[in-house]
């Protein structure tokens, strides 16, 4: 650099004019070749976290800011599963962004109205009900969203974060992870698309919807299922017909009772043994996290777009590339 300034002292004011703008150029160039702030990390076509580029210096994410669809001031609100965990800490967000109610549909009645009590004495009387809801039952989905429709008006955004892992019981474990989700999902979207004025559905699927896990296949079965169940319906042909915006969210290894002691109810013995290795190789996050992800996806989010939570990061997942880069045999057509 100190050698080009010396020769350009020596050249005419028009020539010096000309190198140092091919000179600023091809820097333009280089720096343009190298990724310093890359958001995504690509694995087997999926971008599932930040990528860590060899350099001396620290680089920071600069997260993005997109458009706002949704403002939760004065509207109405559910989340199944939300008695405790991520559904909790998004009933606790919904609220604290000035939501008029959140109703919390699940199945415990005592865990329900624990916390109902605590959001009640946090926000204010009546602003969280429960609704005891039984996902494998369909009556009970419409039921309750009946009843928290008449009393409170029209409901404009669902949250669905519920789940079990349970291997030993795989058969009740894809009934309730699977297709609880899909009747709770179509439940929702029936219910949006009917009130003419569209709405929002978050569904949580978890991280083994983005990996294997040799522990716990039937866990990572439901929630790969899910994946696929929101992506569908968040396309952009339904949601231009309906207004009704689904959204799924893979939280990380995050500190609920989904895998509390769930070596134990693995498959197999050996399998149990793989899902502990797996759970404690994974750093843990708080509830806490996911809830303010939650509502910052119900306020941001693209219908059928795919999001991941990662140590306090939220990270948009493209899952649409397919790669066909190696090929190993051709057969006659």
């Known amino acids: 650099m100190i050698r080009f300034l010396c020769t350009l002292r020596k050249i005419s004011t028009p020539l010096k004019k000309q190198a140092l703008n091919r000179f600023l150029f091809q820097k333009k160039i280089e720096f343009s070749n190298k990724v310093y702030f890359s958001g995504t990390k690509i694995t087997n076509g999926c971008a599932c976290e930040p990528s860590k580029e060899k350099s001396n210096k620290k680089h920071r994410l600069r997260p993005r800011i997109l458009d706002e669809f949704f403002d939760l001031n004065c509207k109405t609100a559910v989340v199944i599963g939300g008695a405790d965990g991520i559904g909790y800490a998004a009933a606790h967000e919904i609220l ?6 959140v109703g919390i549909f699940g199945k415990n009645i005592c ?9 009640n004495c946090r926000f204010g009387k009546r602003r969280a009900v429960f609704f005891k809801v039984d996902v494998t039952s369909k009556t009970d989905i419409d039921c309750a969203i009946c009843k928290l429709s008449d009393e409170f008006g029209v409901i404009e955004a669902f949250v669905n974060s519920f789940g079990i892992c349970d291997g030993k019981n795989w058969e009740y474990e894809l009934n309730t992870n699977l297709i609880g989700m899909a009747r709770s999902t ?4 029936n219910y949006l698309s009917c009130t003419k004025k569209g709405g929002v559905i978050v569904n949580t699927a978890g991280i083994f919807g983005m990996v294997a896990s040799a522990g716990c296949p039937t866990t990572c079965a439901a929630q790969h299922g899910v994946i696929g169940l929101s992506k569908s319906f968040g396309k952009e042909t339904l949601f231009k017909h309906t207004k009704v915006r689904v959204i799924t969210l893979c939280p990380g290894m995050t500190e609920t009772k989904l895998f509390k002691d769930a070596n134990k109810r693995a498959l197999t013995t050996f399998m149990g043994k793989c899902l502990q290795e797996e759970i404690e190789s994974m750093k843990k996050q708080r509830p806490e996290v996911c809830g303010s992800a939650i509502v910052w996806l119900i306020r941001h989010g693209v219908s059928g777009s795919l999001w991941m939570i990662k140590d306090c990061n939220l990270y948009k997942i493209n899952c649409e590339v397919l790669n066909f880069t190696e090929l190993y045999n051709q057969f006659p057509a």
């Open 96 to 101: 604290s962004n000035k939501a008029k109610v």
């Open 186 to 189: 179509i439940a929702a979207h």
């Open 111 to 119: 865990k329900g109205m624990e916390a109902c009590h605590a959001l």
